[in-house]
Nanobody
């Protein structure tokens, strides 16, 4: 599976962005999908995950209530709707798929996209 993240950009604090993660291949619907982010000088951190069926969704506390993860298996695409953005959300955002282990750990994911930059200005 190849993943392509897109939708990043520059937005003012309080604004919104929607990230997309397009997957190649016909097996995307079988995999859980997660979003991570990495700010300059920091480790990559978990943001959200959605199970293959879409029934199990979990968020990092820092984004709960502001971000929404979703997926459209018919389109082989996952999404991350980000609202009420703050400068602390500035990072490169990565999508990942196929979990073996803890959904919050980067080492649990087999496939990764290339990342998309999100910059939130104050």
């Amino acid at each position: 599976v190849q993943l392509q993240a897109s939708g990043g950009g520059l937005v003012q604090a309080g604004g919104s962005l929607r990230l997309s993660c397009a997957a190649s291949g016909r097996t995307f619907s079988r995999y859980s999908m997660g979003w991570f982010r990495q700010a300059p000088g920091k480790e990559r951190e978990f943001v959200a995950v959605i199970r293959s069926s879409g029934s199990g969704i979990y968020y990092a506390d820092s984004v709960k209530g502001r971000f929404t993860i979703s997926r459209d298996n018919a389109k082989n695409t996952g999404y991350l709707q980000m609202n009420s953005l703050t400068p602390e959300d500035t990072a490169v955002y990565y999508c990942a798929a196929d979990i073996s282990g803890s959904y919050g750990s980067t080492t649990s994911y087999k496939y990764w996209g290339q990342g998309t930059q999100v910059t939130v200005s104050s």
